[in-house]
């Protein structure tokens, strides 16, 4: 990974610095975020999609005050997905015109809020939504600009896109029966919505540029169609995020460039023979931008050997600071950063201290056989959907986030404590 780095006398540092340091300091189970790669990566988007294009970091992926100032000092617009994550962008100075706020039921409080402060746009998940968000708009006394989320009849996971069963699902407006193109026709006729384009997001982690090719063409179909019902060419498309990172070695992820010039060449080929002008893109990357940025760093407290089985390691953290191994069955990769060892590899289990068989941290993993309690693990590419989708089961503390650049590490999310959670219990 490009976070941490291993040198020729085995010492492991994060941005220049010696992790065992970094434990010392901070305490484990933490996330250490690499600052640098994270702006980076912010840029490589950037420079993808060019001057004519919005990049929208996905909020949801991994959001505080830091991330958001990040975001702007390096021109990233912002999607949230809640009042929670609206309240922190706004908070830490996100401009509300760059922010597009999602949701497939958005609060009454949640479109109120973001129609006062005036966001860039709503995207509008259904019909009800429509004239909800229309008749906050027309009570506020304002016109707000929206997209409408389309379903496209593309399913993308992982390796594959499958166009199957698609619309079986909570999110969008499905392109199928015509269920857009009325959308369409009845936003145009709200007085308090301007309908500025059309959104798609076919999924997460997906390394196939295929579902999103089929993705941007049947949006631009969808564009065409209005044309030639209404006499009007919406200006905008946006086609989600969901490109994927590497998690281990099998995985092979696409660049930021590759999916700009896909999709860039895609719409413009598809506009050129309807005859319609090039609108203007967006997407929303989150876990491309914040994943591979960031690593847990565990200490082991047990090692027990299952004969002819396998070694399980416990680490101090578990399913409260990544649930995802538990939920989607997600793949990690962990090495042991403490030391270096020439003991022969053991297949390891690594699992975390929570009250479930479930709670395991790295499926299957090669550990040298001398791991011991003590010994400092680092698991990567934690950076999105970890510490957002961090619980407090069994009571847990839920891990700070530290910042990490140029040989200095900052906290910008802290470690929760006991006061935390009792402050919340008023029995
Ligand atoms: N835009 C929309 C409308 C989305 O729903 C999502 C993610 C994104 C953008 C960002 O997708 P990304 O580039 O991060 O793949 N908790 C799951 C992922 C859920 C993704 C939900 N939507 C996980 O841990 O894999």
């Not at 369409?184 to 500025?196: P, Q, T």
């Not at 960031?294 to 578990?318: C, H, I, M, P, Q």
Request: aromatic fraction near 6%; charged fraction near 25%; glycine fraction near 10%.
């Amino acid at each position: 990974s490009r976070t941490v780095q291993r040198d020729a006398d085995g010492v492991v540092t994060v941005g220049g610095l010696d992790v065992a340091a970094l434990a010392a300091e901070f305490g484990t189970p933490a996330y250490f975020l690499d600052e640098d790669d994270f702006r980076a990566r912010c840029r490589a988007w950037k420079d993808a999609f060019g001057p004519g294009a919005d990049v929208f970091y996905a909020g949801k992926a991994f959001l505080s005050r830091a991330i958001v100032r990040w975001l702007h000092e390096e021109g990233l617009n912002l999607d949230v997905c809640s009042g929670g994550e609206l309240a922190t962008a706004l908070a830490a100075g996100m401009p509300p015109e760059q922010i597009a706020l999602h949701g497939n039921n958005k609060s009454t409080e949640e479109i109120t809020r973001a129609v006062e402060v005036g966001v860039g746009r709503i995207v509008l998940d259904s019909f009800q939504e429509m004239v909800r968000v229309a008749h906050v708009a027309e009570r506020l006394g304002k016109r707000q600009r929206v997209q409408i989320r389309v379903t496209v009849g593309v399913e993308a996971h992982t390796h594959e896109f499958i166009a199957t069963a698609h619309e079986d699902q909570k999110f969008g407006i499905a392109l199928a029966g015509g269920q857009a193109a009325e959308a369409v026709r009845r936003a145009l006729k709200l007085d308090g919505l301007e309908l500025i384009g059309i959104h798609s997001h076919i999924g997460s982690q997906i390394f196939d540029m295929a579902g999103f090719e089929v993705s941007a063409r049947r949006v631009v179909q969808l564009l065409t169609e209005v044309r030639d019902e209404h006499g009007i060419e919406l200006p905008e498309i946006d086609l989600g995020g969901g490109l994927g990172i590497a998690y281990t070695s099998d995985d092979d992820p696409r660049e930021p460039h590759e999916i700009a010039t896909a999709l860039g060449e895609i719409v413009r080929r598809e506009c050129e023979s309807a005859g319609l002008r090039m609108p203007r893109l967006s997407v929303e990357p989150g876990r491309a931008i914040v994943g591979p940025t960031a690593f847990t760093l565990y200490e082991v407290g047990t090692v027990k050997e299952l004969e002819g089985l396998r070694t399980y390691v416990s680490v101090d953290g578990g399913m409260s600071d990544n649930i995802r191994t538990a939920l989607y069955d997600a793949e990690y990769s962990v090495a042991l950063v403490s030391r270096t060892s020439d003991a022969e590899p053991m297949l390891s289990r690594v699992v975390g201290k929570h009250c479930e068989s479930g709670d395991i941290v790295v499926r299957d993993a090669f550990l040298p056989a001398d791991v011991a309690p003590g010994d400092l693990l680092a698991v990567p590419a934690t950076g999105a959907y970890c510490r957002s989708m961090a619980s407090n089961y069994n009571h847990s503390l839920r891990p700070p986030v530290v910042a990490v650049k140029d040989g200095a590490a900052r906290v910008i999310v802290r470690r929760e404590t006991e006061e935390d959670l009792l402050r919340l219990d008023v029995g």
